[in-house]
């Protein structure tokens, strides 16, 4: 695998929080709990992607709140949603429910062609601390450890490994942001992360999170 840089992610550069960033955030869980047009995905159909996901997830309102608060934070002007060209978009205002036995931790950067920040909003009041989003950097088969971003000119982490296959065992957790209702995540999306637990085995006391991509 080829060689990443290392950028030690911290908040205030790297990533930002904002707790209690939506004024009525259970009147949006009530809402989508209610909802009949969720899209299901592994393990219950063949899609990548797991458990059940509603778009869009906030009402324009709630995601100017959203969208206010990340650009406070960030120092971002002006934000948009990354288009390939060929009308390939990421899932933004998206909100996602996994159970414990639906996900798994898989490490992994979103697009530079699509998205510059990401952001997650967690949307339940009862999920253990430990489901939060974790940073991770890469570990060599010789055990010494490596990189954790993705740089220019290289979109995807594919791209920069220069493979598609990489074991489990060569990501290493950096960082762990705690999982906290109402909590807005606010990250570089070229920085490898991923969800760092699922828990629940009913829809009510499944991780709900939404999900946000933007380009600046």
């Keep these: 695998m080829h060689q990443l840089p290392y950028r030690k992610p911290t908040l205030g550069r790297d990533y930002w929080i904002v707790d209690d960033v939506l004024p009525d955030v259970q009147a949006v869980r009530d809402r989508t709990l209610q909802r009949d047009d969720w899209a299901a995905g592994f393990p219950h159909t063949k899609e990548s992607w797991p458990g059940h996901r509603v778009m869009p997830g906030l009402l324009a309102d709630e995601l100017d709140t959203v969208e206010t608060a990340m650009r406070r934070v960030t120092g971002v002007r002006k934000l948009w949603i990354g288009d390939t060209g060929d009308g390939r978009t990421l899932n933004h205002n998206c909100i996602q429910v996994v159970g414990r036995h639906e996900g798994q931790v898989r490490p992994h950067t979103d697009s530079r062609l699509l998205c510059r920040y990401a952001g997650v909003l967690y949307l339940s009041p009862e999920v253990p601390e430990a489901c939060g989003t974790s940073f991770f950097r890469m570990r060599t088969p010789t055990?010494?450890?490596?990189?954790?971003?993705?740089?220019?000119?290289?979109?995807?982490?594919?791209?920069?490994?220069?493979?598609?296959?990489?074991?489990?065992?060569?990501?290493?957790?950096?960082?762990?942001?705690?999982?906290?209702?109402?909590?807005?995540?606010?990250?570089?999306?070229?920085?490898?992360?991923?969800?760092?637990?699922?828990?629940?085995?009913?829809?009510e006391d499944m991780r709900m999170a939404g999900v946000f991509f933007w380009m600046s």
């Design 143 to 203: 055990g010494r450890l490596g990189g954790n971003t993705v740089p220019a000119p290289n979109a995807t982490l594919v791209d920069a490994l220069g493979t598609r296959f990489v074991p489990q065992a060569a990501f290493v957790e950096d960082v762990r942001v705690p999982y906290r209702f109402n909590r807005l995540l606010v990250y570089a999306a070229n920085i490898i992360h991923s969800a760092s637990a699922y828990c629940g085995e009913h829809f």
